[in-house]
């Protein structure tokens, strides 16, 4: 059974920073380009970094460009998320997403069951 697990997320004030972790079983990410999502409070899913599958590139919104770093580390099995200069608007659920594709081109999709992080004073 394939499962992604989101881990890290908390209540932090605004400036600092945390890392989210988010660990497979079940399948090896070294396969699997990774994204990160968040959706806010009555907000839409929106994607924040993702990182292609040998690592070598990633992308960001513009609203965390500089602010936060997504990683891979194929020998845990795990993708990171790290989150400096954290803002209230910052504030939202943070989702794992895992694709590839099969040799006949099927969608492999995974999804974390998501952290929370909250941003306050």
């Known amino acids: 059974q394939v499962q992604l697990v989101e881990s890290g997320g908390g209540l932090v004030q605004p400036g600092r920073s945390l890392r989210l972790s988010c660990t497979a079983s079940?399948?090896?990410?070294?396969?699997?380009?990774v994204t990160w999502y968040r959706r806010g409070l009555g907000k839409e899913r929106d994607l924040v970094a993702a990182?292609?599958?040998?690592?070598?590139?990633?992308n960001y919104a513009d609203s965390v460009k500089g602010r936060f770093t997504i990683s891979k580390d194929n020998s845990k099995n795990t993708v990171y998320l790290q989150m400096s200069r954290l803002k209230s608007e910052d504030t939202a659920v943070y989702y794992c997403?895992?694709?590839?594709?099969?040799?006949?081109?099927?969608?492999?999709?995974?999804w974390g069951q998501g952290t929370q992080v909250t941003v306050s004073s």
């Open positions: 997403n895992a694709v590839d594709y099969t040799p006949g081109g099927d969608l492999l999709d995974y």
């Open positions: 079940g399948v090896t990410l070294v396969r699997y380009a």
């Open positions: 990182i292609t599958a040998d690592g070598t590139t990633t």
